[in-house]
């Protein structure tokens, strides 16, 4: 399997509150929170990180899980997260400009 | 011979939320409505005016085929409709025009949509919610149709002032505060002229927004701008700032049918309305409250940038004022809870 690089569209605004991370798509403003994990995956993903090193250095070593299985469901949260057109994927990694976003601790 | 026709210019200066807006008529009888309609909100100070709106009256019917209301930008300038009007506003120039029939609720369709973009960009807000004062303080009551914005504001007692019982306007400012230990004094927007493109005022926000990408256009000469203030005297980095937020009275009125208070105070909480069997206030999280309060946010742009600015005061929102929710029943005790 070829890796996956992750990175937030420029088109979303984001912001943790009480730990749950708060994106909204500024093209429909759709709002979104994340859960524990799914932070954890969106703040990993610089575009430069395949998911699979997200999932073995921030996921597993936090969390018991098995990795294989770990690496499936986050592909799949990331892979819904770019249908809804707030982050982007490649097999490649993602240059900056790309991953820019207007977000905020 | 033709006798030259005299056409006479009506100038109504309507100030809401501090950002006075000039609008001008050739009719008087529209002028005479608006200032019936704006009452307390109509200033005599027309050179304060932050923009101008010029009104071209047309007989009632359609305006445009628009069945909800449509705001977008084109070409610089912002482009409004709804089937009752048609306007148009160029935030460079600071002027625009709307084509409408006599009807009040088509200016007033105008005017919340105008403040809606200029907010946008100033850290501010409108939002489905009652408003009053109490005690100095500002406390918003939110909440779509039938959570009791109107109810609430009935059973107001005679030491509370109401902002509004429909639209409520939000705003966010800075307290200066000097790092010895002295009085606060506030930076509020409304006083900082430095002009942006798209409002023509520019708040002294420390936090970085991004430049607007209105392009440069050639304005015609305007009625004169009321004078600058020494940037200096505003220069963020002088100050800690504190930033918190203030509520303005409105005349968009709900079923009260009863114009707000021109005043404005500090906000000191928001409350998300629901009704039940007895009166409590319950606490939330500030992603919960983040959640409601932009589902209650009157925007309507379809402007990736300024969603994305109001996105992010409604986050300095939740973190800087209490927002809780209220259960009341109709009942004038509860305001034993607020204030």
Redesign the interface.
Known sequence: MSPLYLAHSK???A?V??G?M?I?S??D?T?F?LNELGTIIWQAADGATSLEEIVAQKICPEFDVEPTEALKDAEAFVRELAEHGIMLLSDQPIAPPAAAS?E?A | MTLPTLISIHDVTINIGAMPILVRTDSPEFAQMLEDRYGKFVTADAAAAVMELEIELIPPGRVCDAEDVSVRREAGRWVMERGDFRAEWDPQCRRGWVRQSASPYAIDGVLRILHSLILARQGGFLAHAASAVRNGRAFLFCGVSGAGKTTISRLAPPDVVLLTDEISYVRGFRIQDSGFGGPKSEVRSPHSQARTPDSGIQITDS?SR?PSSEPETQCPARSPQPPAPDPSSLAPDTWHLTPAFEAFGTPFAGELARVGENLRAPLAALYLLAQGPENRIEPM???EA??EL?QNILFFARD??L???I??TV?DF??RVPVRRLVFTPDARVWELIG
Do not use: H, N, T, Y
Request: some cysteine; proline content about 3%.
């Open positions: 088109e979303i605004a912001r509150l009480d749950e708060m909204m500024a093209r403003s709002l929170s207007k905020r | 936090e991004p999280s500030e992603a983040a959640r932009l990736e940038e969603v994305g600015m996105f992010q986050c939740v973190r």
